[in-house]
């Protein structure tokens, strides 16, 4: 794989194509997950979506290195599906975890994957299913609709805040 400036704002563009799919999956971990926690979680919108798809590939960084894990699993195939398990499973949760960013958020979007993978079913090849769920746990940790994130009781007050 090679990948250039032209190679990201591809998978860029794949990445917002994709959010009729994306957010269908969002918004089911999200139900499947408020169920399981007994708490009420937002949907989430397209817009919502493709909105914090332009965030996440603003940052050159994160850019590249998203890009080549959605380039991995449009393009992850092995023959009879599970010798291959680990790989997809491995790289479905590092994007997850690159798309949330630094932890906790991190740990809890692999944390996610692992929940919208077990529900993902996507047509093409065996990387497909597990490139929709990362996709969809990294921005759903992202983005608001968690009342747990609304407001901060550990963080510390500096002088001169209010």
């Known amino acids: 794989m090679h990948l250039t400036p032209d190679r990201v704002e591809a998978e860029y563009e794949w990445t917002r194509a994709r959010a009729p799919r ?6 089911d971990t999200r139900e499947r997950l408020g169920e399981a926690f007994a708490v009420t979680v937002d949907p989430v919108s397209e817009a919502q979506y493709r909105a914090e798809v332009d965030t996440v590939f603003a940052d050159g960084e994160r850019a590249v290195n998203v890009a ?51 529900f993902t079913h996507s047509e093409g090849v065996a990387g497909v299913d597990d490139l929709d769920a990362a996709l969809a ?3 759903q940790t992202r983005l608001p609709g968690w009342s747990w994130r609304d407001a901060d009781p550990f963080a510390v007050s500096t002088p001169g805040e209010t």
Not at 22 to 27: E, Q, S
Not at 80 to 103: H, K, M, S
Request: charged share 15%; aromatic share 8%.
């Open 22 to 27: 994306v957010v269908g999956v969002i918004n």
């Open 68 to 118: 080549a894990y959605v380039a991995l699993l449009r393009d992850l195939d092995v023959e009879g599906d599970y010798p291959g398990f680990v790989v997809d499973e491995i790289l479905g949760r590092e994007l997850a975890a690159t798309i949330a960013g630094g932890q906790p958020l991190a740990l809890l979007a692999q944390a996610t994957f692992h929940i919208a993978d077990v």
């Open 137 to 139: 746990a990294g921005f």
